[in-house]
T-cell receptor, first 113, second 112 residues
Framework: GESVGLHLPTLSVQEGDNSIINCAYS??????FIWYKQESGKGPQFIID?????DKRQGQRVTVLLNKTVKHLSLQIAATQPGDSAVYFC????????????FGGGTRLMVKP | KAGVTQTPRYLIKTRGQQVTLSCSPI?????VSWYQQTPGQGLQFLFE???????NKGNFPGRFSGRQFSNSRSEMNVSTLELGDSALYLC???????????FGPGTRLTVT
């Protein structure tokens, strides 16, 4: 079936560096994308979202980039901190699918102090 | 504003039993979605309820069912439990359609 994202890779970065987490989606009909952060023992926490009529959206220390041509999504975290260590998921939603989210496999981010 | 709450947080059941999980959405949210999270399959959509009606359903067997009450609280039920049903069951709530979904902490179900 249709799916979003990659198998679970691990990204290891030094504290203070910038992190970039990537995600590929397969459904060109997807028009809404969300990034979630999940820490051990907790539910996914909303980070930032973007709609398909935008290419870029910025939040506090985070930026999401959307490239619809190649169906690629990325999450950039500036000045990565130890508290950013978690698994990050991208998710997609289609306009005619209610609130059904299709999740990617996730990326584990490890921040070295 | 209180977040999404789920009860119980942990549950151990035996094969063949049935289980009911509960979810209370954020106040004012009318949509509740349920997801199953396992190491092998990741996060998979189970179903969504909006104003007491099931609006979407994922690719799960009929043993998985749910309902939503008039106060937007939702329950999901799994009958005839199998070992493979061991997972973290997550509930998410949303104001309406196509917006941010906020997740609860999940219910960890272990089937022995």
């Amino acid at each position: 079936g249709e799916s979003v994202g990659l198998h679970l890779p691990t990204l290891s970065v030094q504290e203070g560096d910038n992190s970039i987490i990537n995600c590929a989606y397969s459904n060109s009909a997807s028009d809404y994308f969300i990034w979630y952060k999940q820490e051990s023992g907790k539910g996914p926490q909303f980070i930032i979202d973007i709609r398909s009529n935008m290419d870029k959206r910025q939040g506090q220390r985070v930026t999401v980039l959307l490239n619809k041509t190649v169906k690629h999504l990325s999450l950039q975290i500036a000045a990565t901190q130890p508290g950013d260590s978690a698994v990050y998921f991208c998710a997609e939603n289609r306009d005619n699918a209610g609130n059904m989210l299709t999740f990617g496999g996730g990326t584990r981010l490890m921040v070295k102090p | 504003k209180a977040g999404v709450t789920q009860t119980p947080r942990y549950l151990i059941k035996t094969r063949g039993q049935q289980v009911t999980l509960s979810c209370s959405p954020i106040s004012g949210h009318r949509s509740v979605s349920w997801y199953q999270q396992t190491p092998g399959q990741g996060l998979q959509f189970l179903f969504e309820y909006f104003s007491e009606t099931q609006r979407n359903k994922g690719n799960f067997p009929g043993r998985f069912s749910g309902r939503q009450f008039s106060n937007s609280r939702s329950e999901m039920n799994v009958s005839t439990l199998e070992l493979g049903d061991s997972a973290l069951y997550l509930c998410a709530s949303s104001l309406g359609t196509g917006g941010v979904q906020y997740f609860g902490p999940g219910t960890r179900l272990t089937v022995t």
